[in-house]
C-alpha cells in the first residue's frame, strides 16, 4: 500500500562534557539509517538490520527503534502497523549515540508516514522510550540533537535548542575498541560531593553563556567535566594523551563522548578542529588504538528523510 | 588629606534557586553603606559599625569589609590603609546577602579612592575573599550580582551578567527570623546522588536558556530546587506556605534566597509580583512570623559611590 520511507539519523555527542544526560550535539559524518512502512497488523516488525552491528535484538520491545514506533503507535492510537529495516552506519558501544540514531530514524521515517506529522517535541518522548532500551534510564542528550539538529538542552520533558556560532567546530575521535554503555554507567555508581556538583554546574552555565554570547573564552573556562570524566577515564586506554593532544591544538576543552570510548574536542574553526583530528588520532595509535575521526560544525544537521 | 567615599551595596538573592553558590542576583531595596577613606598606616581598620547590626567583628581580619580591603591592599602593593564605617541596612542571617553587600560596599567605596580604579572583575577575588570570612568558603553568588548588577553567573574566577528582560520581577519576603548560615550549611552535608544533579543541572540550564532567550515558559519549568531546598525546608517554619502563596500567584518558581530564611520568587510582571507579596507576607504571618516584602526588577541595580 503504502511505499517506503528511509530517513537519516546522525551520530551525536553525548553528554557534551559538562552535560551529563541532559546536553548533546549532532555530528555531520556516520549515521543510522531506517526504512519504515506501513504494515496492517497493529504491530511492529523488524524486518532486517545491516551495516556496522546485526547482532541486534529483531524483538520490538527490546530494540531501540522497534520500542520508539511501539510508543508513537500507542501514543497516537494508530490502527495499523511499522515495519523497519535498519543500516547501521555507527557501531555500537561507541559513545557516539548508535542505539539513539536507529531509534530517531526510525521515528522520523515513521512520522513522514502520518497523516499529520509530529513536530521534533512530539517525537521526543518516543525517541526516548526507545533510547530507554538500549541504556535503561530515560535521557534525551542524544535523541534530543538528533531530532533538532545542533546543540541542544534535552530535559525529561524538554528540548531547547542552544545557539552555536557556525564556524565553531568538533572532533569526534572514535578508537577501535567498544565499551559496553552498562559498564560505563556502573563506573558511576556510588555518591557525591555538592562541591563537585557546583563545579560541574559552574562549567555548564559558562558553556551555556559561552554559546548564547558566542563567547569563545566562556566556553573555553567552562568545557572541563570535573563530575563524570574522572570515573570513566581510566576504562579508556589512551584517554589522557588524546585529551592532551586536543589541547596543545587549541582545543576549547575536550572529553569523553557519551559513554565513551569515543573522545571529543570543540575548536573555534574547522582548520584547528582539522589540526588536531590528525594529534588525537595519532595519540590514539600510541596507545594501540586504530582509530577514525569525524570534524563537523558543532551545530551539526538534524535527521531527515531521504529522498 | 583624602576625602571620605560613601558607596551602597544592594541586597542579593543568593543561589537563585537552580544556582546554588554559583547564581544570584541584586536587589533594588535595602542595602549596606561604606563610608571609606585613607589613612598613612599601611592597615585597616573598622572605625564603626551602625545600623540593623553593629555586633560585628572589629578586628579586619574577621570582618568582610575589612577583610576585602586587606586582600585589596596586598593585591595592589598599596603603601596606604584604609579606614571603614559600615552602616548594616541588611539584617544578618536574613539569606539577603548582609555579609556580602558590605565587603563589596567598601571595595567600591575603596576603589573610588584609587588612583587608578579596578574594573568589577578586577574587584571580585577580593571580594570573594572578604565573602569568605563571613561563611567560610569562597562562593561569588551574592558578592557577583552586587559588583556587577543584575542576573549573574559568578564562578570562582567569572563573573557573567545573564540577560533578563527588565520587566521580570523578584518578590523577597524576610520574615522576623534569624538562620545562621553556617547552620544553613550543616544542612547541606552528606552524600548526593548523581540522579538529583541531573534533575537540577537541567532547572539551571533551563533557567539560564530561558534568560537568554526571554522564554518565560522555560524558566517557569526550570525554577525549581530539587538539590538544596528540600534539606533546608524545614529549617524554614512557614516555608512550604509561603511558597505554594507565590505560585497560587503566578510566579515562575519560588525558592530559599541565599542561606534563608527569606523566600524569593520571580514573576513575569511587577504587577505578579506585587500581588504575590502580600500573599507571601501573608502565609508567613499564618506561621506566626512577622515579615517585610520588596519588589524588584530581577535584573537588580550594582553597588554605586553616593554622591
Known amino acids: 500500500m503504502s511505499s517506503d520511507i528511509r530517513a537519516f539519523s546522525p551520530a551525536s555527542v553525548g553528554n557534551a562534557g559538562v552535560g551529563f544526560d541532559i546536553l548533546g550535539h549532532s555530528i555531520d559524518g556516520p549515521g543510522d539509517l531506517a526504512i519504515v512502512r506501513r504494515i496492517a497488523e497493529p504491530t511492529v516488525r523488524i524486518a532486517a538490520i545491516r551495516g556496522t552491528t546485526v547482532d541486534l535484538p529483531r524483538v520490538a520491545e527490546k530494540n531501540t527503534a522497534g520500542m520508539a514506533l511501539l510508543s508513537l503507535r500507542e501514543g497516537l492510537g494508530l490502527e495499523h502497523g511499522f515495519e523497519i529495516e535498519l543500516e547501521k552506519g555507527i557501531p555500537l558501544g561507541s559513545g557516539m549515540g548508535g542505539s539513539a540514531a536507529s531509534c530517531v530514524a526510525a521515528l522520523v521515517a515513521a512520522n513522514a508516514l502520518l497523516a499529520t506529522p509530529l513536530t521534533p517535541e512530539q517525537l521526543y518522548p518516543h525517541a526516548l522510550a526507545g533510547e530507554a532500551v538500549a541504556s535503561g534510564s530515560l535521557h534525551g542528550d542524544n535523541v534530543g540533537p538528533m531530532l533538532l539538529g545542533g546543540l541542544v538542552l534535552a530535559t525529561k520533558d524538554a528540548l531547547v535548542r542552544i545557539p552555536v556560532p557556525a564556524h565553531w567546530h568538533c572532533v569526534l575521535v572514535h578508537p577501535d575498541a567498544v565499551l559496553e554503555t552498562r559498564r560505563a554507567r556502573e563506573a558511576l555508581k556510588g555518591h557525591y560531593a555538592l562541591g563537585d556538583f557546583v563545579a560541574q554546574s559552574a562549567n555548564l552555565a559558562l558553556v551555556l553563556a559561552g554559546c548564547f554570547q558566542g563567547d569563545v573564552a566562556l566556553v573555553r573556562r567552562g ?7 574522572p570515573r570513566r577515564a581510566p576504562l579508556i586506554t589512551g584517554f589522557a594523551e588524546v585529551k592532551t593532544a586536543a589541547l596543545d591544538c ?8 557519551g559513554a565513551g570510548p569515543s573522545v571529543f574536542a570543540w575548536f573555534e574553526s574547522r582548520a584547528d578542529a582539522e589540526a588536531a583530528a590528525t594529534a588525537m588520532r595519532a595519540a590514539f595509535a600510541t596507545a594501540g588504538f586504530a582509530s577514525e575521526s569525524f570534524v563537523s560544525p558543532i551545530a551539526g544537521p538534524a535527521a531527515r528523510v531521504l529522498p
Chains 1, 2 share one sequence.
Open 223 to 229: 568545557l572541563s567535566d570535573v563530575l563524570v570524566e
Open 250 to 257: 587549541n582545543a576549547l576543552g575536550a572529553s569523553i563522548s
